[in-house]
């Protein structure tokens, strides 16, 4: 019998997908209704948040905006259970700047925006050169006039007339016709990572103030440290170089940069008012030890990994013990070192900043951590790679810089940004130091005869806060790897 | 033990032997810990000569070549690259490499970086080629190995074949004197072995130095002048191709050559 035999006598057409299948209909009978338990699920799951937000929502929705103490707020609510929102009324500037004088305010919101646009051409690569020096110089002449005086107003007008003469070229010429002249030769504007470079030294002047050549000195400091590499290069070979180009530095930093300035100061004296580091809190003390722990804590981190695996064995020793060290210390211990003991090491009589001995802590704690994530990334790539670098000649820091870097922090991008996101969430433990982070304002304000025994509104508003920027983090570092994802597109 | 058949026969005009000594091998051992991996390999290579080494898995035929631009270490011996030996001085190591091409088994490319910049990245960093020059040159490989319209593409976007080509393109954009291939065809179905094969017999015809680890003795007797066969880290025979599959000598060469023809 040739039961076996068959021959297809006529194709069949395309159908569409049955109806139960697609659409909302389908969607929900597919991933909430798919049998009975996962029904029951689906609806307890539901009835739960239902229950959960209205709860909430009941909590939260409470026309205390306006009450003057914690009594104010009990009589508008009368006995039922309402959030007593006056506290962050009264309390909110506190909680986003601390004690910072409220005239000068300016300086930390100019700094927060500049870092946005610093961070720009560094995290985004979707934004023109144009736009980027039109935000930056509207920005700064801003901030010029905000210092006000005739230097200011003048710095101002400068700005403002760089901002409008990109921004009108950027309306008149588009963006087709802009490249048509950059390939014919038209001059293009500076690359917009200057600004990238300078803000480190430019935010820290805006927020502590003082004389205008802080930031100029310590700038030179890297000036110098180049030069010298470059220099000596020739005379003393790579590695002395590379030395040089770390002592100088220092030594300026330590022994001349401060006579420097004054020096500077004397003779041209140029400045905006100091702010004193106790001052410092709320989320403007949380986000200045975040972002630069952050920022350092990562090429801190590349380093350390690096050592780890070096052949060199003192360097791997080094690497070894710091990270195994650090990790095995909790960071309260790490921050008390800093409040108390560091100032014992230190020669009598130095002022070293509390904030940055707190900065320099959650730096180095972040970097061990960050070193583990890296080695991660660098362990999962093939040999290979390394093998294939050498045989085209690349030596050992251009492979990794061309090569085995840019594949290893992609790699581990979820965990440095973990990284990051727990940095920023233990900046709060500060608190426990004296610092007035928002959870060390957030006693203060419950100490004050007006609103003791309120906990849940400012908490709320705190980890409110918090989420923004932590979720802005993990979004952030979905896009990049969705950006960065070369294979199969 | 694939045999892929050839569609064309090589050109063997232009494939001349010069006296010019490309790399003499001499006296080398080499250990990894204990185990003796390769002994006392003695080998001359002119300019201009294409070797196949083959040989049964685990016998040191990609020790020895990775040795050849210092991926591993000698222990004894010298080796010497276009009159430049290889020690531990990092300026000779680095001037061979830069001579040497190498091509791998799984072609190691640059995953992060499309084909062009795969192949400009060493041009530019190592040899300081301008940009716009170093592209019309991996432009011009990328044609001779026949895929110029994928050069904006990534690897991860090409098929195997094409990806060993770009390697082998990468290589070349470097202007080697030699090229080394460590069984560059043995991840791949036979379809793309062609395709590879192909390449590579084009190179041998313009006369470019070759060895290369290989089981594809089809390639090896239209294109090598030399065939070695490696056994436990000793070269136990060499010959010409013809002399070497018609008449082996020794008893491990023809129990080999039983087992993969
Ligand atoms: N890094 C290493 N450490 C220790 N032993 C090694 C190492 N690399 C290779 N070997 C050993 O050295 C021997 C030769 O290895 P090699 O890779 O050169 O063989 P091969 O001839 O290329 O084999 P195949 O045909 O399987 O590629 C093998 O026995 C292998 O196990
Ligand atoms: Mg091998």
């Known amino acids: ?489 | 033990m694939s045999s892929i058949e050839l569609e064309t026969h090589a050109d063997r005009s232009k494939m001349s032997v010069s006296d010019e000594v490309a790399i003499e091998i001499s006296g080398m051992n080499k250990w990894y810990g204990n185990f003796h991996v390769l002994r006392d390999i003695n080998l001359t290579v002119n300019q201009g000569e294409r070797i196949v080494i083959a040989g049964p898995s685990g016998s040191g035929k990609s020790t020895l070549i990775r040795c050849i631009n210092r991926l591993e270490e000698h222990q004894e011996g010298s080796i010497i690259v276009d009159g430049t030996e290889l020690t531990s001085d990092l300026k000779n190591v680095d001037k061979v490499r830069s001579e040497v091409g190498m091509v791998f088994q799984h072609f190691n490319l640059f995953p992060h970086l499309t084909i062009l910049e795969n192949c400009t990245l060493a041009p530019i960093w190592v040899r300081k080629t301008p940009r716009k020059e170093a592209e019309e040159t991996a432009m011009h490989f990328l044609e001779k190995v026949k895929i110029p319209e994928q050069a904006l593409k990534y690897p991860g976007q090409l098929s195997g074949g094409q990806q060993q080509r770009v390697a082998i393109a990468r290589s070349l954009c470097m202007m080697p004197r030699i090229m080394l291939f460590d069984e560059p065809t043995s991840a791949l179905d036979p379809e793309m072995i062609k395709e590879v094969l192909e390449t590579m017999v084009e190179l041998a015809e313009e006369g470019m130095t070759m060895l290369c680890v290989t089981h594809e003795m089809g390639f090896a007797k239209e294109v090598a002048n030399r065939v070695i066969f490696m056994d436990a880290g000793q070269i136990v025979e060499q010959n010409e191709p013809e002399e070497f599959f018609n008449n082996p000598q020794s008893e491990r060469t023809k129990l080999f050559l039983s087992q993969i023809l």
């Open chain 1, 1 to 489: 019998m040739s039961d076996l035999h068959f021959v297809r006598s006529e194709m069949l057409p395309e159908r569409a997908p049955p109806a139960s299948t697609v659409g909302v209909v389908g969607w929900m009978s597919e991933n909430l209704f798919n049998g009975i338990v996962n029904s029951t699920l689906t609806i307890l799951s539901v009835a739960f948040i239902v229950w959960a937000v209205m709860g909430f929502l009941g909590w939260a929705i409470s026309p205390t905006w306006a009450a003057a103490n914690l009594r104010d707020c009990q009589e508008i609510v009368a006995g039922h259970e309402g959030a007593c929102w006056g506290v962050i009324r009264d309390r909110w500037k506190q909680l986003l700047f601390g004690f910072y004088p409220q005239e000068l305010y300016w300086r930390p919101i100019l700094s927060f925006v500049l870092l946005f646009i610093a961070l720009i051409p560094v995290l985004f690569a979707m934004i023109s050169r144009r736009m980027n020096w039109f935000l930056l110089l509207a920005v700064l002449a801003i901030g010029a006039l905000q210092v006000g005086g005739t230097l200011g107003v003048a710095l101002a007008v400068v700005l403002a007339a760089g901002a409008a003469f990109v921004g009108f070229q950027m309306v008149t010429t588009n963006k087709a016709d802009r490249a048509e002249q950059i390939a014919a030769g038209a001059k293009r504007l500076p690359n917009p990572l200057i600004f990238s470079v300078l803000y480190p030294f430019i935010a820290p002047w805006l927020l502590w103030g003082g004389s205008f050549w802080l930031p100029i000195v310590a700038l030179l400091g890297f000036v110098l440290g180049w030069a010298a590499m470059r220099l000596t290069a020739g005379v003393i070979g790579t590695l002395g170089a590379t030395i040089l180009a770390f002592v100088v530095p220092v030594l300026w930093w330590l022994f001349a940069a401060a006579g420097f300035a004054d020096v500077a100061h004397g003779i041209l004296p140029m400045g905006i008012e100091a702010v004193e580091s106790r001052l410092f809190g709320g989320m403007l003390l949380s986000l200045t030890i975040g972002v630069v722990a952050i920022s350092i804590s990562l090429p801190i981190g590349i380093v350390l990994a690096l050592g780890r695996q070096s052949d060199l064995m003192i360097v791997k020793a080094l690497c070894v013990g710091f990270i195994e060290f650090i990790r095995g210390v909790p960071l309260i211990t790490l921050l008390f070192v800093a409040s108390t003991l560091l100032n014992i090491f230190m020669p009598k009589g130095t002022n070293f900043d509390i904030i940055l001995r707190v900065i320099i802590m959650a730096t180095l704690f972040a970097s061990a951590y960050m070193a583990e994530v890296i080695r991660g990334g660098l362990a999962a790539l093939p040999r290979g790679q390394y093998e294939a670098a050498d045989a085209l000649g690349l030596d050992y820091w251009k492979a990794q810089r061309l090569i085995i870097m840019p594949q290893a922090l992609k790699i581990s991008i979820p965990g440095i940004v973990s990284t990051f996101i727990g940095l920023f969430k233990d900046t709060t433990l500060v608190s426990i130091i004296g610092l007035l982070d928002p959870l060390g304002l957030s006693n203060t304000i419950r100490a004050h005869t007006d609103w003791v025994g309120i906990y849940w509104e400012l908490f709320a508003v705190i980890a409110l806060m918090f989420f923004v920027f932590c979720f802005s983090m993990s979004r952030y570092s979905m896009y990049l790897e969705r950006r960065l994802r070369t294979d199969h597109r």
